[in-house]
């Protein structure tokens, strides 16, 4: 059965700071990975979406690796910003029907 | 009409009451889901349907009942739901087969059964 852990589960950054945020996943047969922000009582957003076969993706300040032989992915976030301020939240997928969450990460960009 | 439309966005409903949460995508996607969010615990899958074919998640009581009429609407009947059951309840879709069936999710509709 996969389990997805994210550490830390809470990070505080004053703002201009690059961050990286940790997601890693015990079974490496998965068929994409996606990365979410979610904001305090709202749905999830889609940041990026990896596939098994890729090993980054990038969109705009956030880039997000894939290393499969070691069970990990990261969100690296450049040049944080307190709209940045939210809950992050990894999956990884045997398919879209079998994606497994971990818990989050808290993240809070002080001004 | 954007992406995965929620409603309603709150509900608050009795033990014995009988109500549904709905969901509606505009984005031509050929599966939906449902997912159960609670405080402190990872998203937990409830129910799928994809290519008119349904999968849940055999931990889900009975007391939860999806309907999903067309590929565009998802429905949550709820019916003498426990206290227990209090927690954001998160619609999304995608399209499986292509872009490697990217979830998107609607903004949720959170349920207080008292």
């Given at each position: ?111 | ?7 309603p966005?709150?509900l608050v409903m009795g033990?014995t009451n009988k109500k549904s949460l709905k ?52 429905f949550l009947h709820l019916h003498t739901l ?7 309840y ?19 509709s959170?349920l207080?059964v008292?």
């Amino acid at each position: 059965k996969q389990e997805v852990t994210q550490i830390p589960a809470a990070l505080s950054v004053p703002e201009g700071e690059n961050l990286v945020l940790n997601c890693s996943f015990t079974d490496s047969a998965i068929y994409n990975l996606q990365w979410f922000r979610q904001d305090p009582g709202k749905g999830l957003t889609s940041l990026l979406l990896i596939q098994s076969s890729q090993r980054e993706q990038t969109s705009g300040r956030l880039n997000a690796s894939l290393d499969k032989s070691s069970g990990r992915s990261t969100l690296y976030i450049a040049a944080s910003q307190p709209g940045d301020s939210a809950t992050y939240l990894c999956a990884v997928g045997g398919s879209a029907r079998q994606l497994t969450f971990g818990s989050g990460t808290q993240l809070t960009v002080l001004p | 009409e954007t992406g995965v439309t929620q409603t309603p966005r709150h509900l608050v409903m009795g033990m014995t009451n009988k109500k549904s949460l709905k969901c509606e995508q505009h984005l031509g996607h050929n599966a939906m889901y449902w997912y159960k969010q609670s405080a402190k615990k990872p998203l937990e899958l409830m129910f799928v349907y994809s290519l008119e074919e349904r999968v849940e998640n055999n931990s889900v009581p009975s007391r939860f009942s999806p309907e999903c009429p067309n590929s565009s609407h998802l429905f949550l009947h709820l019916h003498t739901l426990q206290p227990e059951d209090s927690a954001l309840y998160l619609c999304a879709s995608s399209q499986e087969g292509t872009r490697g069936g990217e979830l998107f999710f609607g903004e949720g509709s959170r349920l207080t059964v008292l």
